[in-house]
């Protein structure tokens, strides 16, 4: 079936120390995103990228990296310069934006914990 | 992005329609209407979404005044699993495809 997968669900950080979160489509989209989620609240746009080796930076991008070496895949680093990392992560992909944005496709998110 | 105003929380009978309602008076002329909608503790969910004209899918149906200013997402049979945050998105024509989700409509379906 086609899709996206995050992984790992559950995701447990020490201080200090850097982490990636997969994310994976088979849904040949062009455009994926990372957004986060913090309890009870919307969500924020950390990246996006429209095409394979570009991507740009969203409104809370600071303490985060990200890089688009294929299609298939968008992998989000939370490095240790991001200081409230405790957040529900969601990866999203679209065809390309156009006119008519296309809707946007989620996973089922990775919760990310400080130890 | 157009500013969208939904009410907190909302509840509805299983079985019965359920009417969501969003405000968004500021919608320019080429800018669609998205709805989508988050279960808890997953990735939100695309449902429909629309220009100017109603439109309909398997999930719901999506009602858009003549004005523009305001629609309607209808789930004409709510269930207990159609219990969700929705959210009423208005993205930018130019936009590079940032949804900006506000707080939503809690909608509670109950038996």
């Known amino acids: 079936d086609g899709g996206i997968t995050q992984s790992p669900k559950y995701l447990f950080r020490k201080e200090g120390q850097n982490v990636t979160l997969s994310c994976e489509q088979n849904l040949n989209h062009d455009a994926m995103y990372w957004y986060r989620q913090d309890p009870g609240q919307g969500l924020r746009l950390i990246y996006y990228?429209?095409?394979?080796?570009?991507?740009q930076k969203g409104d809370i991008a600071e303490g985060y990296s990200v890089s688009r070496e294929k299609k298939e895949s968008f992998p989000l680093t939370v490095t240790s310069a991001q200081k409230n990392p405790t957040a529900f992560y969601l990866c999203a992909s679209s065809h390309q934006t156009g006119i008519a944005m296309q809707p946007q496709h989620f996973g089922d998110g990775t919760r990310l914990s400080i130890l | 992005d157009a500013k969208t105003t939904q009410p907190t929380s909302m509840d509805c009978a299983e079985g019965r329609a359920a009417n969501l309602p969003c405000n968004h008076s500021t919608i320019s002329g080429n800018e669609y209407v998205y709805w989508y909608r988050q279960i808890h503790s997953q990735g939100p969910q695309y449902i429909i979404h629309g220009l100017k004209n109603n439109e309909t899918n398997e999930m719901a149906s999506l009602i858009i005044t003549e004005d523009r200013k305001s629609s309607t997402l209808i789930l004409p049979h709510a269930t207990l699993r159609d219990t969700a945050v929705y959210y009423c998105i208005v993205p930018h024509s130019s936009n590079t495809g940032k949804l900006i989700f506000g707080q939503g409509t809690t909608l509670q379906v109950k038996p």
């Open positions: 990228s429209q095409i394979v080796n570009d991507f």
